[in-house]
C-alpha cells in the first residue's frame, strides 16, 4: 500500500508519486537527508483510495449484543472466536478481550478453548480463568457445544479460543473446526503477528476457510519497528478490524485497532470530516 519515492528535487519527486499513483496521492511523511553538498529526498506515499478503505475497515459497525437486541433472531451471549496460526496470541488476546473494560464493557464473559491438543495450551487458559474467576468450558467433541453454549447461557461474551494449524495432522484441524462451527460463532478474528510475512497470508487463511472469518486482529505490533510492514499486512487483511495488541501485559495491552495503525501510519485519527460529524 505505501510505496517510497526517492530523488534530489522534492518537486520531482512530488509528480513521481503523483504519475505513480494517481492526482490524489497521499504523502505520509517527507525526509530530506543532506549529504555534504548532496541532497537526497525520501517521500513514503499511499493512493488516497487505498488510505480511505483501511479508514473504513478500522470503523466496523458496533457490536450487537444478541441479548440486549431483545431476542431478535438468535438470543444467548454474543460469541467470539479466535483463529490464527500458534503463537500468534490467541489465548492472551482472549484474556485481555475478557478483562479489559474497554472490550465489551465490562459485560460479562465466558471462555470456552478446543486448543486440547498442545502440551500446555490447556493448562494456560485454565490458569487465566482461575485468577480472572471467569467460566470456561472445555470442548473435545462437536456434540459438547451445545452444552457448552448452554452453560455460559448466564455470559453476555463467550469467547472461543482455537488451537492453530496443526502442521501434521490434517484431521486434528479437521475436528476443531467442525468444533469451533457448532458453536456458530457471531465473529471470527483472524489473530495474525503484526510481523507476519504478508505473502504466507493466503495460504493460513485458505486452512482457516471453513471458519468463515469475519475480522482480523493484528497482535505483537509492538515488535515492529517498520510502519510500511504493518501499513503492507493492514491492506492485505481484508477484514474490519476492531482490536490490535501491543504487548504481553494481561489486559492493558489491548487497544483499539483505529488509533492504533492510523498512529502507525502517522495518520491522524479523526478526519476534517468525521471529527465535524
Ligand atoms: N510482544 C508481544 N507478545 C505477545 C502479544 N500477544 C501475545 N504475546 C505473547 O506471545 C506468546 C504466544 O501467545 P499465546 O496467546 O499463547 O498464542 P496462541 O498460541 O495464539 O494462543 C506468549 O508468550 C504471549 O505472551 C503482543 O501483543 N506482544
Ligand atoms: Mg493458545
Not at 543532506?34 to 483510495?49: N, Q
Not at 458453536?183 to 504478508?198: I, N, Q, W
Not at 483505529?258 to 479523526?270: D, E, N, Q, S, Y
Request: hydrophobic content about 45%; proline content about 7%.
Amino acid at each position: 500500500m505505501l510505496e517510497t519515492f526517492t530523488g534530489s528535487d522534492l518537486r520531482l519527486v512530488f509528480d513521481e508519486a503523483r504519475r505513480s499513483l494517481g492526482e490524489d496521492v497521499l504523502v505520509l511523511r517527507t525526509q530530506i537527508q543532506r549529504d555534504g553538498r548532496r541532497t537526497r529526498v525520501e517521500l513514503v506515499a499511499a493512493p488516497a483510495a487505498a488510505i480511505q478503505e483501511l479508514r473504513q475497515r478500522l470503523d466496523p459497525a458496533p457490536l450487537v449484543y444478541p441479548r440486549a437486541a431483545g431476542g431478535r433472531g438468535r438470543s444467548g451471549p454474543l460469541v467470539i472466536g479466535l483463529v490464527g496460526p500458534t503463537g500468534a496470541g490467541k489465548t492472551t488476546t482472549a484474556a485481555k478481550l475478557a478483562l479489559h473494560p474497554r472490550a465489551f464493557g465490562n459485560r460479562k464473559v465466558g471462555l470456552i478453548t478446543l486448543d486440547t491438543f498442545r502440551v500446555g495450551a490447556l493448562e494456560q487458559m485454565a490458569q487465566y480463568a482461575e485468577v480472572t474467576e471467569l467460566p470456561l468450558e472445555v470442548v473435545y467433541d462437536a456434540r459438547e457445544m451445545p452444552g457448552a453454549l448452554q452453560r455460559l447461557d448466564g455470559c453476555d461474551v463467550v469467547i472461543v479460543d482455537t488451537p492453530g494449524r496443526s502442521p501434521r495432522s490434517k484431521d486434528a484441524n479437521q475436528q476443531w473446526q467442525a468444533m469451533f462451527r457448532a458453536a456458530a460463532p457471531d465473529e471470527v478474528h483472524l489473530v495474525v503477528p503484526a510481523s507476519m510475512r504478508p505473502d504466507l497470508l493466503p495460504s493460513l487463511v485458505a486452512s482457516l476457510s471453513a471458519c468463515r472469518i469475519t475480522h482480523a486482529c493484528l497482535t505483537k505490533l509492538d515488535e515492529l519497528h517498520d510502519d510500511r510492514a504493518v501499513a503492507d499486512l493492514a491492506a492485505r487483511l481484508t477484514w474490519p478490524m476492531r482490536w490490535v495488541t501491543t504487548g504481553q501485559a494481561v489486559p492493558n495491552d489491548l487497544h483499539p485497532a483505529k488509533a492504533a495503525i492510523l498512529g502507525a501510519l502517522g495518520l491522524p485519527v479523526t478526519t476534517a470530516r468525521s471529527a465535524a460529524a
